[in-house]
């Protein structure tokens, strides 16, 4: 079956614009969770998304959003970008809510703001 | 809190040889522990995850080992090959103000010296 697909695969944007990234998780995978990547950080935690609800967010600020749709797809929008948005943006399928269960990794959205 | 320490940042072994990468974590309330390879350009892939009902697991040449007490869970890889060559990440969950999510050490690049 198909993996966990993310859309578009490279973006440059400049300071003070907005970005929406897309997530089509494995079918049948109900949860999407949302990780930026950068060298110095690691993975950090965004939010999760479960049967179209947020259950629960990191420590970003308001400028980043998300939602997810009847079909499990979600989006990511980061708004006003400044330069240290630049990273890999992640995301993460899985059967069930929560953390109890192991992710199965999207290729990533790598986004450079200029 | 929200604290996954991970060490060491770079490891560097013999082919043939094992290595040894360990985590430690703040929440006693933790109770899965999920590793992850990320290879050079590709995306995080769970290679092995414990549950804190658990010591021990076993998959081919890996292995993950957890000390509740010590609130530490380690990652070896016996027999090394080049391929093993990626940043590994450990993960626990954990639960903040009523939030679980997953939280992953900064990682650890492993290189495999022919």
């Known amino acids: 079956k198909a993996g966990v697909t993310q859309t578009p695969r490279y973006l440059i944007k400049t300071r003070g614009q907005q970005v929406t990234l897309s997530c089509s998780p494995i079918?049948?995978?109900?949860?999407v969770s949302w990780y930026q990547q950068t060298p110095g950080q690691g993975l950090q935690f965004l939010f999760e998304?479960?049967?179209?609800?947020?259950?629960n967010k990191g420590n970003f600020p308001g400028r980043f959003s998300g939602r997810q749709f009847s079909n499990s797809r979600s989006e990511m929008n980061v708004s006003t970008l400044e330069l240290g948005d630049s990273a890999l943006y992640l995301c993460?399928?899985?059967?069930?809510?929560?953390?109890?269960?192991?992710?199965?990794f999207g290729s990533g959205t790598r986004l450079t703001v200029v | 809190g929200e604290n996954v320490e991970q060490h060491p940042s770079t490891l560097s072994v013999q082919e043939g040889d094992s290595a040894v990468i360990k985590c430690t974590y703040s929440?006693?309330?933790?109770?899965?522990f999920p590793w992850y390879k990320q290879e050079l350009g590709k995306r995080p892939q769970l290679i092995i995850d414990?549950?804190?009902?658990?010591g021990e697991k076993k998959d081919q040449r890996i292995a993950v080992t957890l000390n509740k007490t010590a609130k530490h869970f380690s990652l070896h890889i016996t027999e090394t090959q080049p391929e093993d060559s990626a940043v590994y990440f450990c993960?626990?969950?954990?639960?903040?103000?009523?939030?679980?999510?997953?939280?992953f050490g900064k990682g650890t690049r492993l290189h495999i010296l022919p």
């Open positions: 079918s049948g995978h109900r949860s």
């Open positions: 993460a399928s899985s059967l069930l809510a929560g953390p109890n269960y192991g992710y199965t």
């Open positions: 414990i549950r804190s009902n658990v």
């Open positions: 993960a626990a969950s954990i639960v903040v103000r009523g939030d679980d999510k997953i939280i």
């Open positions: 929440d006693s309330a933790s109770n899965y």
């Open positions: 998304y479960f049967s179209e609800t947020q259950r």
